[in-house]
């Protein structure tokens, strides 16, 4: 399986638990019926937005995984690392103007970016992912990307699930966070 650094692994660990303690906020929050400023959202956008620095580490890290034989796969590599950037920078974008209306107020992420960048670093991870799970040798399992993609589809279907798609991206991202690099 694959040979990952220090930095990868922590960031597998990580992220998960970032949107995990996120979810587990969120629903805190929500128990009076409606989700707004408060100690558990700002707490629980905080953990969000480093969940999403993280992840934008995280592609960058994956990037480094993909092996590139040829220039199509470098480039393609390479243009998923960049959606899932770009991707994970509107989500911080939108974030940042959760934790401070003044921002979200003077500098809104533009509407269509509201649409392209979440797709943008779904498609980037989950191609950065499944060209792991692809190459030869294999470097990741199969099940690892399908449960990324799990995790991306209980987000859609209901914000509340938020916990079991922390759950589930740990899951999906644990041969990343268990498999060390090899030393001389």
């Given at each position: 399986m694959t040979e990952t650094t220090r930095t990868t692994r922590l960031f597998a660990l990580l992220v998960p638990l970032c949107l995990?303690?996120?979810?587990?906020?969120?629903?805190?929050?929500?128990?009076?019926?409606?989700?707004?400023?408060?100690?558990a959202w700002n707490i629980g956008h905080t953990f969000f937005?480093?969940?999403?620095?993280?992840?934008?580490?995280?592609?960058?890290?994956?990037?480094?995984?993909?092996?590139?034989g040829t220039a199509r796969r470098a480039a393609a590599a390479g243009?998923?690392?960049?959606?899932?950037?770009?991707?994970?920078?509107?989500?911080?974008?939108?974030i940042l103007g959760d934790l401070f209306p003044s921002f979200d107020d003077s500098a809104p992420l533009p509407e269509p970016l509201?649409?392209?960048g979440p797709l943008a670093f779904e498609l980037g991870i989950l191609a950065l992912l499944v060209m792991l799970a692809v190459s030869r040798p294999r470097r990741l399992p199969?099940?690892?990307p399908v449960l990324v993609f799990v995790?991306?589809?209980?987000?859609?279907?209901n914000l509340d699930l938020l916990p079991l798609a922390?759950?589930?991206?740990?899951?999906?991202?644990v041969p990343l966070a268990r498999?060390?690099?090899?030393?001389?």
């Open positions: 995990l303690l996120y979810g587990v906020l969120r629903l805190i929050d929500g128990r009076d019926g409606s989700h707004g400023p408060g100690l937005f480093v969940a999403f620095l993280l992840l934008g580490g995280l592609v960058v890290e994956l990037r480094t995984l993909v092996p590139v243009s998923a690392m960049i959606a899932g950037v770009f991707g994970a920078g509107c989500f911080l974008w939108v509201e649409l392209v199969v099940w690892s995790t991306f589809l209980l987000i859609a279907v922390a759950l589930t991206l740990m899951a999906g991202l498999t060390r690099a090899r030393t001389s």
